[in-house]
């Protein structure tokens, strides 16, 4: 008996290209449902094929718009699980409301936990996501969590592209340095860290830069870049520490607000991004180059299906084409 036989991909409306090129790499056909709108705005979903038993596998980034795409997926599970669908996994190759993970002052939200429990109550039984913006995240869960890493990914770019030469990694700020430290082991380079305070959300003040950069080629690596706030003040520190160049990376492109015309004025040579987030035409700059997750995140739901360890996937740098 095949992997293939028990399990069944079902894509939902935020990244529609990418849940195909998931199910190209698994090697099965998206299964047909359609998600429609009643007068006032309310979701219907409706599953045109029978999930009885089955390894159900939900496709959705919960990006923009955030709630609608939230309240889709978790209509799907709910609607799955009705169905007595085997098993429900969730794979949210961008995982919305992350950035609220603990309470930072008084009265203060934990919206990632919120969301956390309500996946879980609405049924799922398996997350499989990339990058999330707090690791920690995988710890308000109470079902298996698979946090992959775009780090092998945009690695394997750079190398391709001989542009780890006389190169250092850079971390935005002190929480990426984790990040920043696995692309570079990757890369075989040293790492610099921007030193940064935000006095308030979206604002970011770079302070100094730690480590050497001066006559090298630096390579910034974050999670995701949202009103690119942060990424190009700290591509502009680098210059002006004497850094001859900048290329800048991230697995997840919100790019909302001035996040355009800054990265268009940016000192950033080039822009490396995946397609964890689907992109309107406008939202597209010409200094971007994008590499899909679909590859290693279809792998990754082969390995959930076959029982096989996940390791491989993290511990070294993914080519593309290797499996």
């Known amino acids: 008996m095949s992997y293939k036989d028990n399990m069944m991909l079902f894509a939902l409306n935020s990244n529609l290209p990418l849940a195909q090129k998931i199910a190209d790499r698994v090697g099965i056909p998206l299964s047909e449902s359609s998600v429609q ?6 979701i219907q979903i409706n599953i045109d094929e029978s999930v009885r038993g089955k390894d159900v596998y939900l496709i959705q980034s919960t ?16 609607a799955v699980r009705r169905a007595s669908a085997q098993t429900i996994n969730i794979v949210i190759p961008y995982y919305g409301y992350a950035r609220q993970d603990r309470k930072t002052r008084p009265r203060e939200p ?10 879980q109550e ?9 990058d999330l913006h707090a690791p920690q995240i995988q710890g ?21 592209n001989n542009l780890e030469k006389d190169a250092v990694v850079v971390s935005p700020d002190h929480g990426g340095v984790t990040r920043a430290r696995k692309l570079a082991e990757f890369l075989g380079t040293s790492i610099a860290i921007v030193d940064k305070r935000r006095p308030r959300a979206n604002v970011a003040e770079v302070m100094n830069i730690i480590g050497d950069v001066k006559g090298k080629r630096a390579i910034i690596i974050d ?4 009103t690119a706030g942060t990424i190009t003040l700290a591509a502009q520190a680098l210059i002006d520490a004497g850094a001859t160049e900048v290329y800048a990376s991230a697995t997840h492109a919100v790019l909302s607000g001035p996040a355009i015309k800054r990265l268009n004025d940016s000192p950033i040579k080039s ?44 511990n070294t740098r993914y080519e593309k084409d290797k499996h």
Do not use: H, W
């Open 271 to 314: 822009l490396v991004l995946t397609d964890s987030i689907n992109q309107p035409a406008e939202k597209k700059l010409d200094k971007t180059s994008l590499v899909s997750v679909g590859p290693l995140i279809g792998d990754a739901i082969k390995c959930i299906q076959k029982n096989e360890p996940l390791s491989p996937l993290f």
């Open 63 to 78: 990006s923009v718009p955030v709630n609608d795409n939230l309240m889709e997926l978790l209509i799907m599970i709910d």
């Open 37 to 42: 709108r009643f007068s006032d705005g309310e």
């Open 140 to 160: 308000f869960f109470d079902i298996p969590v698979d946090n992959l890493m775009g780090a092998p990914l945009l690695a394997d770019y750079f190398l391709r």
């Open 122 to 130: 609405a049924g799922a039984t398996r997350l499989l996501s990339l």
């Open 223 to 226: 999670d995701m870049i949202d």
């Open 110 to 119: 934990i919206t990632a936990k919120l969301v956390a429990d309500m996946l």
